[in-house]
């Protein structure tokens, strides 16, 4: 991994340096950039403008690492009142829900993140609409894998979410390409060590590439998260290859991330998801965007300097 990527991302889990990025002038702006809002509402107006521009959504509430079960439970109701939000204004085709397991507990308990998790996809299943569960560090993937495929058991189309740094995820796509499975394959966001993930980003754009076209080959809806525009148009061509019309596969990106090329794509014909997130807890995600993008840090620094 790049040394100023791991050192964000190591910075991003001390104390000093969060009161640093939540006090300093620049970060509001950068979390309205990123982040659509603190609550429901709010997301559900951002989410209709991007439905009305002809994409696709996918609602993310922020929040990561619970350690309570109270938390947890305030998580749920926080996507239940989305679910229903969806609902209600009539764009839970176009929109569904994207859900940390860690957010639910997965760290302390995993039976209770299992338990959580079958409510929301009960609820999004009644609402019209699907879940994809993110992967979070190499620690939790095991069991992320052990919970999506416990509930696809009952609801086929809950949403996996596999990162091409990890030297397992060709083996992984594999397991997972098969019919109704929905997959999205990213990169990777996180500090992980040379033993499970690829150091060099060129190797990681190959397996990116390798994992594409396991998942284009396969039977299952596939959903390319990145920004990359070298990827976009590699899978753009791979997908023709593989005779895969748009509609059988998406692209993702996130809320605020080359906004002019997401429509750029839907107004070619393809089919265009963004993952929205909301709510308060946004530092480990506006972390992670940091770590990815030096643009962003930079902006970031600029405003820090100049306090
Ligand atoms: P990068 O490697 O960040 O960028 C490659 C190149 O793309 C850059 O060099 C630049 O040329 C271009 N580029 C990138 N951003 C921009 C920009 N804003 N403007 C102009 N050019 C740009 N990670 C997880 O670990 N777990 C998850 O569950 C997860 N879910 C995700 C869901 C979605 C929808 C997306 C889009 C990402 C998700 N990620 C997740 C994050 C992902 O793993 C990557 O960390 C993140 O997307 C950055 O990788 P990238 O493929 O976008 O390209």
Known sequence: MEPLRSLILAAARNNAVRDLVASAPGTRALVERFVAGADTASAIEAGRGLVDAGLSVT?????????????????????????DALRVTGIAGQAEVSVKLSALGQRFDESLALALAERICARAQRCGTTVTFDMEDHRTTDSTLRIV?????????VGAVLQAYLYRTAAD????????SRVRLCKG?????????????????LS?????????AGDGYAMFG??????????????????????????????????????????????VRVYLP????WYGYLMRRLAE?????????RSVVSR
């Not at 495929?149 to 189309?157: F, T």
């Not at 993008?293 to 620094?301: E, G, I």
């Open 173 to 180: 796509c594999a397991a997972l390409a098969g019919p109704e």
């Open 293 to 301: 993008r030096p643009a962003n840090l930079s902006f970031f620094l």
């Open 208 to 216: 990116y590439v390798r994992c594409a076209n396991i998942l284009l």
């Open 278 to 281: 909301y709510g308060r807890q």
């Open 149 to 157: 495929g416990a509930l696809r058991r009952e609801w086929p189309w």
């Open 59 to 83: 609602m993310d509430y922020l929040g990561e690492d619970t350690t309570d079960a109270a938390l947890a439970e305030q998580s749920v109701q926080a996507y239940l009142e989305m679910l």
């Open 226 to 271: 990145t920004h990359d525009p070298r990827l976009v148009r590699i899978i753009t061509e791979r997908a023709r290859w593989y005779d895969r019309k748009p509609g059988s596969y998406e692209f993702q990106m996130l809320y605020g991330m080359r906004p002019q090329e997401q429509l750029r794509l839907a107004g070619e014909g393809e089919k």
């Open 189 to 205: 966001a996180y500090a992980e060590p040379a033993d499970v993930a690829y150091p060099d980003p060129h190797e990681v754009d």
